[in-house]
């Protein structure tokens, strides 16, 4: 029995040392010796958890001091729904009668058109840039609530399955750029355009651009996993890319189509629908390459215990709660149209240090642009968000 006592404390001793290993494995993978990258361009789709990515790149850009390129003046966005162009960016370009070429920035990550040209002028080269995609259903069910009263396709009708019966009794591809949420928004975000028809030729000739113009694009549906992958390639510290969902409705402002309205959808949205079974399908290959089922568990694991953590450490309830309810302004999350897009109460007596982390993670994204617009810019006038002022 001696024996068998040694042989147990033998295997625990080996068990130990395996878990340590594994252990020390995730928490100094090879890559994070690497530089992390800091210069990094996000395009950011419309209703895609682009939100929480957002806040994911301003918390950094903040921490290690990197340049942002943000909106000029009173906007909140870079020139949507119109093309981007360099001077929707606030400081791009010098003035004087023989201004020099554009500023560049680190950071490019606010709402705007895809333009590559333009884009490049206040970009680095080895820049990295990314995106974000998600299920054009879903998508679309989202933008209904968000841009019921804004798109002029959506106001007059009553439902989204009701939109969806007959589209062109709403929708007018004349009617403005205000449209674009309606049909194929992804698509418009690239800088296509929304009302081409789907042919394979096209569809392909479009795809082949953005991937080898992007070097990952991200899915929504796989928002841990999109994550994990993403710091990855950035070397960055598991911490970086831990977040809170951002932007998100309540769940009684969230209409499911029904199976037919589904398929309708899908035909009306046919160019959102070939650009994300593309990109789901290149982001698993990607997924693989990279990492392993084994190490890919892991580190989704590790993401969500983090922030499980995080949310303890921070917040007041379990759950986001109704945004309207929620009594400081600086973290009162903006309205649209005819979703309650929920919020974070901090819990109270937290440490500043630990203050500081948590106001940041639950900042909504209005009043994290216009912080970092004052941080950046001191001596100009501070952004007005309308929407707290009465
Ligand atoms: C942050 O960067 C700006 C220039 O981008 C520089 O002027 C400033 O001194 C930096 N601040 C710190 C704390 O490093
Ligand atoms: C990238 O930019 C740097 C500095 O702006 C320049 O020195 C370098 O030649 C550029 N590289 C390429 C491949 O254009
Ligand atoms: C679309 O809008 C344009 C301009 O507002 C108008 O001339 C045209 O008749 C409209 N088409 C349809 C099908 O409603
Ligand atoms: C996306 O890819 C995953 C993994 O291959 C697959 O399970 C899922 O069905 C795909 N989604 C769609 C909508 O095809
Ligand atoms: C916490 O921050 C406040 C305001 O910035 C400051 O007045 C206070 O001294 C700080 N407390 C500690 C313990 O650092």
């Not at 082949?208 to 390639?233: C, G, K, N, T, W």
């Not at 089922?293 to 694991?301: C, I, M, S, T, Y």
Request: aromatic share 12%; net charge positive; glycine share 4%.
């Amino acid at each position: 029995s001696l024996w068998t006592i040694l042989l147990l404390v033998v295997l625990a001793v080996l068990l130990l040392v395996g878990v340590l290993h594994t252990h020390v494995k995730l928490l100094l993978p090879a890559e994070v010796e690497r530089p992390p990258v800091t210069n990094i361009m996000f395009l950011k789709t419309h209703k895609t958890a682009s939100s929480t990515v957002l806040n994911i790149l301003y918390r950094y850009a903040e921490m290690h001091n990197l340049s942002v390129a943000l909106p000029v003046g009173r906007s909140f966005h870079l020139g949507f729904p119109w093309l981007f162009v360099t001077r929707y960016v606030e400081g791009a370009l010098q003035a004087g009668p023989h201004p020099g070429p554009p500023r560049q920035f680190n950071i490019m990550c606010n709402h705007l058109r895809f333009n590559l040209p333009e884009v490049q002028k206040i970009m680095p080269n080895d820049t990295f840039y990314f995106s974000i995609l998600r299920h054009p259903v879903t998508q679309l069910e989202s933008s209904f609530i968000y841009y019921k009263n804004y798109a002029p396709a959506f106001r007059a009708a009553s439902s989204l399955e009701a939109f969806l019966k007959a589209p062109h009794r709403f929708y007018n591809s004349s009617a403005g750029l205000r449209n674009a949420y309606a049909r194929n928004s992804m698509w418009f975000d690239l800088g296509f355009n929304n009302d081409a028809a789907a042919d394979d030729a096209y569809v392909r000739a479009r795809l082949v651009e953005v991937e080898q113009r992007f070097q990952l694009v991200l899915i929504a549906e796989y928002f841990d996993e999109s994550m994990v992958l993403l710091r990855r390639l950035l070397h960055w510290q598991m911490d970086d890319v831990v977040a809170f969902r951002l932007n998100a409705r309540s769940p009684h402002s969230v209409v499911r189509l029904s199976p037919q309205g589904r398929e309708r959808a899908l035909s009306w949205s046919a160019l959102d629908w070939r650009l994300y079974l593309h990109f789901n399908h290149t982001f698993w290959t990607r997924v693989r390459a990279e990492l392993g089922p084994r190490r890919l568990r892991a580190e989704v694991e590790q993401l969500r215990a983090r922030r499980l953590e995080l949310q303890t450490l921070c917040l007041e309830d379990t759950a986001p709660r109704s945004g309207a309810s929620i009594a400081d302004p600086r973290l009162r999350p903006y309205q649209s149209g005819d979703a309650d897009i929920l919020g974070y109460v901090l819990r109270p007596g937290l440490d500043n240090a630990t203050l500081h982390l948590c106001q940041r993670m639950v900042m909504p994204e209005l009043q994290y642009v216009a912080r970092l617009y004052t941080l950046q810019f001191p001596q100009k006038p501070r952004k007005r968000i309308p929407f707290l002022e009465h």
